[in-house]
């Protein structure tokens, strides 16, 4: 079987050749509870190298037939991956392809409405896939005893019973790294991996409108014993050479008296004196209690996805929390010498350009050490897409190609760029695309970070030249062309609005514009509380 990890758009935008990638663990995770029961079973990651005519036998060869390719799939990844089947199906047309990940679990029907894929894994697939991989090779016709599963019958697609989530995280196979270190060899690509991630935890327990976690794990939370925890460090720090590792957790922090025994046991093992650790989590559960314990254990640094700097807009997006409680969480990170990443989204329903202005003031304020300003994408699934979705402001381009971040069209022509998928009715897509660039722009533009990506240190701007750059001329060709493309966006996004709005709505008719005060129906879904509504 072959597990695929497609792209449309290269990760990092223009500047992809200065960031690392982060590793495609959905498809690691498959491999391993594939390989434990004896399968033969190779990964592949479109972000090294595209699949096409001329790469796709080496990928295969030695495969038995009918060749399974297993794709899996985020949003932003949907146009490629169904393209990607029709070209594996038109060249192997006796192939099966399996479908699963947040997306094809979100919408099924969507996915199953290419004829050339098969199959649609919903939901955490490590269990699924090894019970549907077997059914195929041995050439089962009826699929319906299979959990977790969706597919067509005499054209008709029917859905199985969600597969039960896996409670003890410890049953599933290791993460096999070595897997990646065996890619990187067979494909010729200037890309390479960072390999500093680790997932220790699944799920998270609160529910935010925008979130498309719970598509996948509802409200549970589940986390890996510390051995095995201990055991995957080892690897990464040992054997791979990781200074940096970030714990990938959807929220770290949940549990207090696991985090303590985790640090202790980090503590003890003297890994920290190896490498560096970092984590994202809520600032309601980044407690006074666990971050002396999360200091000495190594972790350096918290990234926390304050996402909005009024409590009118946490209210509306049920975000748990208020403004207080993220500063406070802020505040508590500086007082023990942790470096801050703090995740902010702009174009909230309701939203305005005087709230987005209010936050950068607030995050500029807090100083942290990384900021980054992305743009609402009502995901599939999600409370906040249901609510949207009629709302005349969402702009679905073909399959969700435009289901990616504002920065990562950096230096793309304005007039290019893809259409932004959600707009506010209080604001206009061009002072949307502006704000956000503009403040990335504002806090990230500081001479530390400069200075770090110079030093080939990967430093706050998560960007990295090569130790040896200076010695290759085309180096400088590269950084003077990111630069010159980087400077032009943003002397027009410092250009006041009244200048730069009428050239652009002239330039891109089809940019969105703000509704008048007095034409505006706000689309807010059932469960959000009539305390909000009757603001």
Not at 397 to 418: A, C, H, I
Not at 502 to 508: A, F, V
Request: some cysteine; proline content about 5%; charged content about 25%.
């Amino acid at each position: 079987m072959l597990l695929i990890n497609p792209t449309y758009r290269d990760y990092g935008g223009i500047l992809k050749r200065y960031t690392p990638l982060s590793l495609p663990m959905s498809i690691g995770y498959l491999a391993g509870q594939m390989l434990s029961q004896g399968y033969d079973v190779r990964i592949y990651d479109e972000e090294l190298r595209r699949i096409d005519e001329s790469n796709i036998e080496d990928l295969i060869r030695g495969l038995p037939k009918p060749y399974v390719f297993g794709i899996s799939i985020l949003t932003s990844q949907a146009s490629r991956a169904y393209e990607l089947s029709v070209f594996l199906k038109s060249r192997y047309p006796d192939s099966i392809v399996i479908v699963g990940g947040y997306h094809p679990t979100a919408l099924p029907e969507e996915a199953l409405s290419f004829d050339t894929i098969d199959f649609v894994v919903r939901g955490e697939g490590e269990r699924t896939i090894v019970v549907l991989y077997d059914a195929i090779r041995n050439r089962n016709k009826d699929f319906s005893n299979i959990n977790g599963i969706s597919f067509r019958v005499n054209g008709e697609v029917k859905h199985m019973s969600d597969m039960p989530l896996i409670t003890d995280l410890d049953t599933i196979p290791e993460f096999p790294y070595y897997l990646y270190t065996d890619l990187i060899k067979r494909v010729e690509s200037e890309r390479k991996y960072e390999w500093g991630f680790i997932i220790s935890s699944r799920g998270c327990p609160y529910k935010c409108t925008y979130c498309s976690q719970r598509t996948m794990t509802g409200a549970t939370y589940r986390y890996n014993s510390i051995g095995r925890i201990l055991k995957e460090l080892d690897i990464l720090i040992n054997q791979l050479g990781a200074k940096q590792i970030y714990f990938f957790d959807d929220n770290m922090t949940v549990n207090r008296k696991r985090v303590t025994e985790l640090c202790g046991a980090i503590y003890n093992s003297k890994l920290w004196e190896k490498c560096r650790f970092s984590m994202q989590t809520r600032a309601d559960n980044f407690h006074k209690d666990i971050v002396p314990k999360l200091k000495s254990a190594g972790f350096e640094a918290v990234g926390i996805g304050m996402e909005v700097g009024s409590d009118r807009l946490a209210t509306l997006i049920q975000k748990g929390q208020t403004v207080r409680q993220q500063l406070e969480a802020v505040k508590l990170a500086k007082a023990h010498d942790m470096d801050v990443h703090l995740f902010m989204m702009f174009g909230f329903p309701t939203e305005t350009s005087r709230d987005r202005y209010e936050a950068f003031k607030m995050v500029k304020k807090l100083n942290p050490t990384l900021v980054k300003f992305n743009n609402l994408m009502p995901l599939p699934g999600t409370p906040i897409y249901q609510s949207l979705i009629d709302s005349g402001r969402m702009n679905i381009k073909g399959y969700w190609e435009n289901f990616t971040s504002t920065l990562s069209e950096l230096g793309v022509s304005f007039t290019k760029r893809q259409p932004l998928p959600y707009v506010p009715e209080t604001t206009s897509e061009w002072e949307l695309i502006r704000d956000i660039i503009r403040y990335n722009f504002l806090v990230f533009v500081r001479l530390d970070v400069i200075f770090d990506f110079f030093k080939s240190k990967l430093g706050a701007g998560m960007l990295k030249l090569d130790s040896d750059w200076s010695k290759h001329p085309r180096e400088y060709y590269y950084l003077f062309k990111i630069g010159t493309k980087i400077l032009m966006n943003f002397l027009v996004v410092m250009l006041p609005l009244w200048v730069t709005e009428p050239i652009m709505q002239l330039l891109i008719p089809r940019l969105q514009k703000r509704i008048p005060e007095e034409n505006r129906t706000v689309f807010l879904p059932r469960s959000w509380s009539k305390e909000y509504r009757n603001k």
